[in-house]
């Protein structure tokens, strides 16, 4: 990889995060319960509990959480999230709403001006992750370039999957923010996952050609801001970074289906004139597969 790329030094910064349905479960036990913590990833022990506090250890660390808090999180819907410099809420207000949304369980979603980053109907995060995987068939060894890291479930699951290196490229240094608030990105720390912080239209010029043997390709929905990542001479640097036979998965959505508009069928096309042979597209991840011959 090109020297000149900014790798982001990814650190977890959450130490105790509730969910607005794990607030109200704290408010309800008596001191010796268990309860779920962390999006529901781990489990703390409530040791004290009085009018105006609940006290609960968390892998050792005794820590302090206000009723107010926690009537807060459950009367807003958001999640409170204990760091070394105190109790903060999981979202962003900078030119765009940031949120790190929790679900009823599990991995929580990133939402982005209201929009959920991430399918959650009829599945979650994580599964969604998993199919994007399973359609770019990662698997043990394989050298992956994962683009828009979001809260890094892609990469994290590539890993898992047996993928011996993950680079993962994210414009937006508000969502690597947020992923370092959220227990179930942790595993970005991972030394076999690089974080290149910029512009993937950029970043794809200074990789090396021929490295990867996949690629996921999880770009926002299409819009005049975002039609870059989806443009024929992005997706032609994109077939000289894959090693012949390699894969591509991406992930189109179907945004404009009730406008009878065929995002996936103009991907498709785009890449076949960048050089790719298209697989097809894979209804349940809702993204084009396609590979380089050779």
């Given amino acids: 990889m090109d020297g000149t790329l900014e790798v982001y030094q990814f650190t977890q910064r959450y130490i105790l995060a509730l969910s607005p349905v794990e607030s109200s479960s704290l408010?309800?036990?008596?001191?010796g319960s268990r309860v779920r913590v962390n999006f529901g990833l781990d489990r703390a022990t409530i040791v004290d509990s009085s009018s105006d506090r609940v006290t609960v250890n968390i892998k050792g660390l005794l820590v302090d959480v206000e009723r107010d808090l926690l009537l807060y999180s459950i009367n807003t819907g958001k999640a409170v999230i204990y760091t070394d410099k105190g109790w903060i809420t999981g979202e962003v207000r900078s030119k765009r709403y940031y949120k790190l949304a929790p679900l009823d369980k599990g991995a929580p979603t990133l939402e982005i001006d209201g929009i959920h980053m991430h399918k959650i109907r009829d599945t979650d995060p994580l599964r969604d992750a998993r199919t994007k995987i399973k359609s770019a068939r990662i698997s043990k060894g394989h050298v992956v370039l994962d683009i828009c890291t979001g809260l890094g479930y892609t990469g994290i699951e590539s890993l898992r999957s047996g993928a011996s290196r993950i680079y993962t490229i994210e414009i937006d240094e508000n969502v690597l923010y947020l992923a370092s608030l959220n227990p179930w990105s942790s595993d970005l720390s991972n030394e076999k996952i690089t974080i290149i912080h910029g512009d993937a239209t950029n970043?794809?010029?200074?990789l090396y050609e021929e490295v990867f043997h996949r690629i996921i390709h999880d770009p926002p929905r299409l819009t005049p801001r975002t039609g870059d990542l989806y443009s024929l001479d992005f997706y032609k640097r994109l077939y000289k970074l894959l090693k012949p036979g390699g894969i591509l998965f991406h992930y189109t959505g179907e945004p404009g289906r009730k406008r009878k508009l065929?995002?996936?069928?103009?991907v498709s096309s785009r890449l076949k004139k960048a050089g790719f042979e298209v697989i097809g597209y894979n209804e349940k991840a809702e993204g084009v597969v396609a590979y380089r011959p050779g």
Avoid: E, M, T, W
């Fill in 262 to 266: 065929n995002i996936p069928g103009s």
């Fill in 203 to 206: 970043i794809v010029y200074d």
């Fill in 27 to 31: 408010l309800g036990l008596k001191p």
